[in-house]
């Protein structure tokens, strides 16, 4: 009988590189970057790493494929690393690869990486690419803000809300990013912005204005996991653990079936659902201390805080209105500043995300540390909202 | 039961330029194009060309038709492909069986007229769809650019209830010049109206048209309508070369469409038939290089298909091109810098899309035996209960769709920004993200009705190819 993840294992250290247009930088330097800070942190030595996960999505825009990019920067021993791809839930895949090695006893200490370069195109916004042969044919040529900005007309027109509130809504969630983001030295976009500066941005695909939309950044992050058990026989008194690892792919329902109407995230609530479950949550609203979600925009953070159960369905733009998410709010959300200050190198965001969970929960998090936390979450959206990969993770203290 | 014309259909895009933004943009070099500057013409979406606009247009013929066609005939000068069938793409995308024979006729602006005295002569067993559409570019500041017009027309023939029947048909060659494109030339060549008028219209319709009521065994009086691609002044002196009533000339479609090329007697034919009476004689004539003529004789069943068959509707439905630029844009003639997203490689896989170029070109998704689920695309396992191989071929292209969820896209690369698309619900539970066509920005909405009209999906310039699939666009008769 499966008893789940939650409490096997424990994160011994993490790394993240400074998140930004790294011209200087190719995938190399930024792993390089996230991985020192890592094995410092942890206090282990290089060859005591046994296996390794490596997350990247673009490898044509950057490292190319394979473990090679990981095993040839860091000069690893010739352990096994295995390259991981499931769109923007990557780095989080990575670390599920890494926390569910150590956790079968297959080794002692996994390295988790998650890395994207993705300012070597030449253009803004994620490059073009091929969706396969048979897709191709058919499916529109979607940008992300165009797939994403469908959330917001038809949760618009379900909960019959006028879209210069929703829009109101969105704002409030890009003002309160960017205002956690000034806190952080290594989030992309350092700037305070206002509502107006959200609800004046020229339109990217209606109704999401620039603002609306995060950011695109190279970066890297990084986590060193062990069992709990090894954990403690290696000294650690405090440390992280892992809660709840959960992965909801689409089958096609939302893109085949009518029975989906295009206003939640289908994925991330059953996903949610399965986190919760496995890590005895029986109300996340009160229980969770603080998230980071997939806010490729402020749209899908808004539903998203719906999915989740966070707010209630119908709900969410109230929610957010009264400060609900704010840092300091009753569930603080995106507190490092979030994808849409950090950016979407998309191996990365996962990892990046439990980076600041991490910090949270050590009380490492400087400026922006909230008070004692006890439960974060990590929400990822690989894909779309009509067919896309979901994962949601929660980390806490070792009990 | 006898053999006849059994339907009739036609197509013309909803995008119209007016004639004096053509006037006014090029008077500084062309002013004497100002005299031209009435009216609008018709210009196909950069998603068109002749053989979309003829699937259109064989589409509004079939409509409501129930019949079996057994060749498929596309007349055209300005066919997509030289070398892949063209009608046989129309084939498919009309869903018509395996054993159709399919002909590209070409190479005149009488392919399609030819093709109509031959089938009006020729009596058969079997039916034949005569598709006409021609997309000719034209020269910036060109009087072409003035009265030529993006269109397309069908007829069907067989054997039924006849609309009308021909009763005499006559043909004349004469390597008459009065324009010409060589192969692989963008654009016609046109000589003096002056020569042409005198030395081609008003002597060789007049000897063809005399063939045809010979052919006919009727006199001139006799005929109620004549249909003449050409201007109104040309029309007026052929009719007196030809002692006829100038007033029974129909209208050439000059104030809102401008000349269909090979289409453009079919379309003022199936114009024509919107309002014949039964019993009505009518002459279409096609001129170039010599010329056609034929006379058709209307019948009591005409009725029946006035109002939902013809040009008229699609006239009706009208989306101003304000700007000049956007018109050349649209039709490739001006290489805006779209940026470098619009550099995407739309390479194709041959071998994938024949695998299923069925569900594309034809819009075929799949409807459950077990659950009776449709969907697009169809797959092995059911979306709804997951039984395996339970899928029957079923077409979503007549279907009218409900937008769920749709964007107006400014990053997405298009060659006429937004690029917009949403999710589109079917009956029977499908539903479907969907690149959309002819929406002006601010039109679609959710709960917006659509139907599906079939496009060019994207173009591969690198090696000459183009990809078509279905979009949804606004229905007709509604006023955006």
């Known amino acids: 009988m499966a008893t789940g993840i939650k409490d096997k294992v424990a994160i011994i250290g993490m790394g993240c590189s400074r998140f930004g247009e790294r011209w200087d930088c190719g995938a190399e330097e930024l792993i390089y970057e996230a991985f020192k800070e890592a094995l410092?942190?942890?206090?282990?030595?290089?060859?005591?790493?046994?296996?390794?996960?490596?997350?990247?999505?673009?490898?044509?825009?950057?490292?190319?494929?394979?473990a090679l990019p990981l095993s040839m920067t860091l000069r690893l021993p010739n352990i096994p690393v295995t390259r991981v791809e499931n769109m923007c839930a990557t780095g989080t895949e990575a670390l599920r690869g890494a926390v569910y090695a150590v956790a079968a006893g297959a080794c002692d200490i996994a390295l988790a990486m998650g890395v994207e370069k993705l300012k070597d195109t030449g253009y803004g916004g994620l490059p073009e690419r091929t969706k396969g042969t048979f897709d191709d044919l058919w499916l529109p040529n979607a940008t992300a803000p165009g797939a994403f900005a469908q959330l917001a007309s038809a949760y618009a027109a379900k909960h019959k809300v006028d879209m210069k509130d929703l829009k109101r809504a969105m704002a409030h969630i890009s003002v309160k990013s960017h205002a956690n983001g000034v806190l952080n030295p290594k989030a992309h976009l350092r700037k305070t912005i206002t509502e107006d500066d959200a609800l004046n941005a020229g339109v990217v695909a209606y109704p999401l204005g620039l603002m609306d939309c995060c950011g695109v950044s190279d970066g890297a992050a990084c986590a060193i996991v062990t069992s709990v058990e090894q954990a403690r026989a290696m000294g650690y008194k405090d440390f992280v653990t892992v809660k709840a690892m959960q992965l909801a792919p689409s089958n096609g329902f939302e893109m085949s079936n009518?029975?989906?109407?295009?206003?939640?995230l289908h994925t991330t609530r059953i996903a949610a659902q399965r986190a919760y479950a496995e890590a005895g949550i029986r109300n996340p609203r009160e229980e969770i201390s603080m998230m980071e979600v997939h806010d490729c925009f402020s749209v899908t953070e808004l539903v998203v805080m719906e999915d989740l159960g966070i707010a209630p369905e119908g709900g969410a733009i109230k929610a957010v209105m009264d400060g609900m998410f704010d840092r300091d709010g009753e569930v603080p959300c995106q507190v490092d500043g979030g994808l849409k200050c950090f950016g979407h190198p998309i191996g990365a965001s996962g990892l990046r995300m439990a980076y600041e969970m991490y910090l949270q929960l050590l009380g490492r998090a400087g400026d922006r540390q909230l008070a004692s936390p006890s439960l974060g979450l990590t929400h990822n959206l690989g894909g779309h909202p009509f067919r896309n990969v979901a994962s949601v993770s929660v980390f806490g203290l070792h009990a | 039961m006898s053999y006849g014309i059994l339907s009739f259909g036609a197509y013309v895009p909803t995008m119209r330029l007016a004639r004096s933004a053509i006037a006014e943009?090029?008077?500084?070099?062309?002013?004497?194009?100002?005299?031209?500057?009435?009216?609008?013409?018709?210009?196909?979406?950069?998603?068109?060309?002749?053989?979309?606009?003829?699937?259109?247009?064989?589409?509004?013929?079939?409509?409501?038709?129930?019949?079996?066609?057994?060749?498929?005939?596309?007349?055209?000068t300005t066919v997509p492909f030289a070398d892949r069938s063209n009608s046989g793409v129309i084939a498919d995308a009309l869903l018509l069986p395996e054993g159709v024979t399919t002909e590209d006729l070409g190479g005149s602006?009488?392919?399609?007229?030819?093709?109509?005295?031959?089938?009006?002569?020729?009596?058969?067993?079997?039916?034949?769809?005569?598709?006409?559409?021609?997309c000719r570019e034209t020269k910036p500041g060109s009087t072409q650019e003035m009265n030529y017009g993006h269109g397309a027309a069908a007829i069907l023939f067989g054997t039924g209830e006849p609309i009308a029947i021909v009763t005499g048909a006559a043909s004349l060659h004469d390597d008459f010049i009065d324009q010409y494109r060589e192969a692989n030339i963008d654009f016609d060549y046109a000589l003096e109206e002056r020569w042409v008028r005198d030395e081609g219209y008003n002597k060789l319709v007049p000897k063809v048209v005399r063939a045809a009521l010979a052919n006919a065994k009727l006199d001139l009086s006799e005929i109620h309508r004549f249909v003449l691609p050409t201007s109104a002044a040309t029309a007026k002196g052929v009719a007196k070369a030809l002692k006829a009533d100038?007033?029974?000339?129909?209208?050439p479609l000059s104030a809102n469409c401008g000349d269909c090329g090979a289409a453009h007697p079919l379309l003022m034919l199936a114009h024509a038939l919107e309002t014949a009476v039964p019993g009505e004689k009518i002459l279409v004539i096609g001129f170039g290089q010599g010329a056609d003529a034929i006379v058709i004789e209307t019948t009591a069943h005409l009725a029946n298909l006035q109002g939902t068959h013809g040009p008229q509707r699609y006239l009706a439905q009208k989306r101003l091109c304000k700007n000049y630029t956007m018109f050349l844009s649209l039709r490739n003639q001006l290489d805006i810098d779209f940026g470098i997203r619009s550099e995407r490689d739309n390479r194709t896989s041959q071998s994938a899309s024949y695998r299923r170029r069925k569900d594309i070109t034809g819009m075929i998704g799949g409807r459950c035996s077990a659950c009776n689920t449709l969907q697009f695309p169809r797959a092995q396992l059911c979306v709804?209960?997951?039984?395996?191989?339970?899928?029957?071929?079923?077409?979503?292209?007549?279907?009218?769709?409900?937008?769920?969820?749709?964007?107006?896209?400014?990053?997405?690369?298009t060659p006429l920004p937004p690029y917009i698309y949403g999710n589109v619900e079917f009956e029977d539970?499908?539903?479907?993200?969907?690149?959309?066509?002819?929406?002006?920005?601010?039109?679609?909405?959710?709960?917006?009705?659509?139907?599906?009209?079939?496009?060019?999906k994207d173009f591969d310039a690198k090696r000459h190819f183009r990809r078509y699939f279905w979009k949804p666009a606004p229905l007709l008769n509604t006023k955006p």
């Open chain 1, 40 to 66: 410092a942190d942890a206090k282990i030595e290089r060859d005591q790493i046994e296996m390794a996960w490596l997350g990247l999505f673009f490898q044509e825009q950057s490292a190319g494929k394979s």
């Open chain 1, 258 to 264: 009518s029975g989906w109407d295009g206003s939640y």
């Open chain 2, 25 to 76: 943009a090029v008077a500084w070099a062309v002013p004497s194009l100002k005299g031209l500057a009435k009216g609008e013409r018709a210009v196909a979406n950069w998603d068109e060309d002749s053989l979309t606009l003829a699937v259109e247009a064989g589409r509004d013929c079939l409509s409501g038709i129930d019949a079996t066609i057994d060749n498929l005939q596309l007349a055209s």
């Open chain 2, 109 to 134: 602006r009488r392919a399609a007229t030819s093709a109509l005295v031959r089938l009006g002569l020729t009596q058969s067993s079997r039916s034949t769809l005569l598709l006409a559409a021609d």
């Open chain 2, 246 to 251: 100038p007033e029974r000339f129909s209208d």
């Open chain 2, 384 to 413: 709804k209960c997951s039984a395996v191989d339970t899928q029957v071929g079923t077409s979503l292209s007549g279907l009218t769709g409900r937008v769920k969820s749709y964007t107006e896209d400014w990053l997405a690369y």
């Open chain 2, 429 to 456: 539970g499908a539903n479907c993200m969907l690149e959309f066509t002819d929406f002006d920005p601010g039109q679609v909405k959710v709960d917006s009705t659509v139907r599906l009209v079939f496009r060019i």
